[in-house]
């Protein structure tokens, strides 16, 4: 067995305003919060910790750093509409009128949203 095989991973996303980006996690996805230290807001997802950590001169990337396995994802992006979420388009993904891309025949769903400092999140059922 390697070294880390049996290891919790502890994802950390990186923010310039913790209380604003811990306000989204908390209130607008809906993520269980756990608790705040002094260096990150701590949330549960999945049985797997999320921190959300204070960058003070962070950029972020414009690729997907957290995907959330969900088994609806219409469902999903509709409820987290109702939040006020807007779902990110793309030029080069084929997307319905609410922002999901269909694959594989079917499928394969997937639908993007922003958190407020940029981050890209994605919805899927796989």
């Known amino acids: 067995m390697g070294i880390l ?6 994802i950390v996303i990186c923010t310039r305003d913790r209380a604003r980006a811990t306000a ?4 607008v996805l809906g993520l269980p919060f756990v608790h705040e230290d002094a260096f990150a807001s701590v949330f549960r997802v999945g049985g797997i910790a ?4 204070t960058v003070p001169d962070f950029t972020p990337h414009e690729h997907t750093i957290l995907g959330l396995h969900v088994p609806d994802v219409r469902a ?6 109702e ?18 891309c269909t694959l594989n025949e079917g499928a394969i ?6 958190d407020p400092d940029g981050n890209v999140l994605s919805i899927t059922n796989v």
């Not at 095989?5 to 502890?10: G, M, N, Q, R, Y």
């Not at 989204?24 to 209130?27: K, L, N, Q, V």
């Not at 084929?94 to 922002?99: E, M």
């Open 24 to 27: 989204f996690y908390r209130d």
């Open 109 to 114: 769903q997937v639908a993007w949203l922003s």
């Open 5 to 10: 095989e049996s290891a919790l991973p502890v």
């Open 50 to 53: 999320l921190r959300i950590s």
């Open 83 to 100: 939040n006020s979420v807007t779902f990110n388009r793309y030029a080069h993904v084929k997307q319905d009128d609410l922002g999901i």
């Open 76 to 81: 999903s992006v509709l409820a987290l509409r």
